[in-house]
T-cell receptor
Framework: NAGVTQTPKFQVLKTGQSMTLQCAQD?????MYWYRQDPGMGLRLIYY???????DKGEVPNGYNVSRLNKREFSLRLESAAPSQTSVYFC?????????????FGPGTRLTVT | AQTVTQSQPEMSVQEAETVTLSCTYD???????LFWYKQPPSRQMILVIR??????QNATENRFSVNFQKAAKSFSLKISDSQLGDAAMYFC???????????FGTGTSLTVIP
């Protein structure tokens, strides 16, 4: 039981390049989330998916797109990376009927945009 | 929008002593959930403790306990008998009963002094 996995763990991009961050969970959770973490800002929600086939914007969605490929997988895409997107990205999942809506987090991806 | 405030960016505690981390939140909801997460240097987010707003009894998990003051919208974390492994960033989080979004505070960095 791997929980929530994210790939890659580290990535360096040049301004204007694109990339997709992958996330998968094996806990059969309905809800999945993408956060970014910046110093002094805590975790800020980028996008979330309440269930397979649905996605919604969070607090800071600009510059990102997401795809809920199936119940297990939720990817985050940067179409044209900017230095302001340098951050640590976390994927998380939760199940509303168990564990009081606790979120389970992946190990994070450290992204640097130069 | 809900907001979660952690007013102590940094705290320190002597090993074996007790420390309290503060968290306040703003909501008009009556039913919700509150969480404390720990993030050690490994970056992995780990759930420490959770509290349902409808429960008056404060949650406790071994050396970790909360002081939940619903009327004051306050949710502090007390760590007793502090250990070196408690050194981490601690995040307070809020989730309302309906909806899927979690709201995180900006975090408190805890140092444990040997």
């Amino acid at each position: 039981n791997a929980g929530v996995t994210q790939t890659p763990k580290f990535q360096v991009l040049k301004t204007g390049q694109s990339m997709t961050l992958q996330c998968a969970q094996d806990m059969n959770h309905n809800s999945m989330y993408w956060y970014r973490q910046d110093p002094g800002m805590g975790l800020r929600l980028i996008y979330y998916s309440a269930s397979e086939g649905t996605t919604d914007k969070g607090e800071v969605p600009n510059g990102y797109n997401v795809s809920r490929l199936n119940k297990r997988e939720f990817s985050l895409r940067l179409e044209s990376a900017a230095p302001s997107q340098t951050s640590v990205y976390f994927c998380a999942s939760s199940e509303g009927t168990l564990n009081l809506y606790e979120q389970y987090f992946g190990p994070g991806t450290r992204l640097t945009v130069t | 929008a809900q907001t979660v405030t952690q007013s102590q960016p940094e705290m320190s505690v002597q090993e074996a002593e007790t420390v309290t981390l503060s968290c306040t939140y703003d909501t008009s909801e009556s039913d919700y959930y509150l969480f404390w997460y720990k993030q050690p240097p490994s970056r992995q987010m780990i759930l420490v403790i959770r509290q349902e707003a409808y429960k008056q009894q404060n949650a406790t998990e071994n050396r970790f306990s909360v002081n939940f003051q619903k009327a004051a919208k306050s949710f502090s974390l007390k760590i007793s008998d502090s250990q070196l492994g408690d050194a981490a960033m601690y995040f307070c989080a809020y989730r309302r009963n309906t909806g899927n979004q979690f709201y995180f505070g900006t975090g408190t960095s805890l140092t444990v002094i040997p």
